[in-house]
């Protein structure tokens, strides 16, 4: 029998060891129980930062559309100061006051006394309404200018604060157009 001789023995040098690598059992580096844990961690940051980005961006878009609307009712405000007849420093004042909702400024401003809109045109109260610092609120009945109004909410004298709604009965009243069903022939 032939024995095939191999190449030299191959060199068993001892490596050195770190004991306490070998008492923790992490021999040749930490070994992870998940794999994939560092590519979680990374994708979890990433998810937080495009959140909170997101929810910036929303909040810019709130901030944004308020501060519209109050440009808005300032010149609102300031459209109807310059329509009113005659023109009064009060009349700005009540206009201006519905663009500011702080509660300091609103509880500085005086009540207002309803005025009496019974027996007036429903086109001459809506007027008078705004006017006096008020805000039309809903017309029961007709809704023609020439309506009469018959009853309103809150009465006559009654002390509410600027901006608040007043709401209107109202009956036909001489030279409003009514519309009467066909009832010819039947």
């Known amino acids: 029998m032939r024995v095939k001789r191999r190449g030299p023995a191959p060199d ?6 770190d004991e306490h690598a070998e008492a ?15 590519a979680l961690v990374g994708l979890g940051l990433v998810l937080v930062v495009v959140l909170a980005a ?5 909040w810019g878009e709130v901030q944004q559309a308020r501060y519209d609307r109050h440009q808005q009712c300032i010149t609102d ?8 007849n005659p023109p009064d420093q009060g009349t700005i004042e009540r206009a201006l006051a519905h663009c500011f909702t702080s509660s300091k400024r ?3 401003l005086p009540p207002i006394l309803v005025p009496g809109f019974v027996s007036v045109r429903l086109g001459d109260a ?3 309404i705004v006017n ?3 805000v039309v609120g809903a017309v029961h009945g007709p809704s023609d200018k020439n309506s009469l109004v018959t009853e309103q909410q809150p009465k006559t004298g009654a002390p509410v604060p600027p901006g608040t709604s007043v709401e209107l009965w109202t009956t036909a009243g001489p030279g409003a157009t009514t519309t009467s069903p066909d009832v010819v022939g039947r």
Do not use: C, E, H, N
Not at 54 to 58: C, E, G, K, V
Not at 77 to 84: L, T
């Open 12 to 17: 068993l040098t001892v490596l050195p060891v």
């Open 24 to 38: 923790l059992g992490t021999v040749g580096g930490p070994r992870l129980p998940w794999p994939w844990a560092p």
């Open 54 to 58: 997101l929810a910036f961006i929303a």
């Open 77 to 84: 405000a300031q459209v109807a100061y310059s329509f009113s």
């Open 106 to 108: 609103a509880s500085t």
């Open 126 to 128: 809506k007027a008078d």
């Open 132 to 134: 006096v610092g008020l």
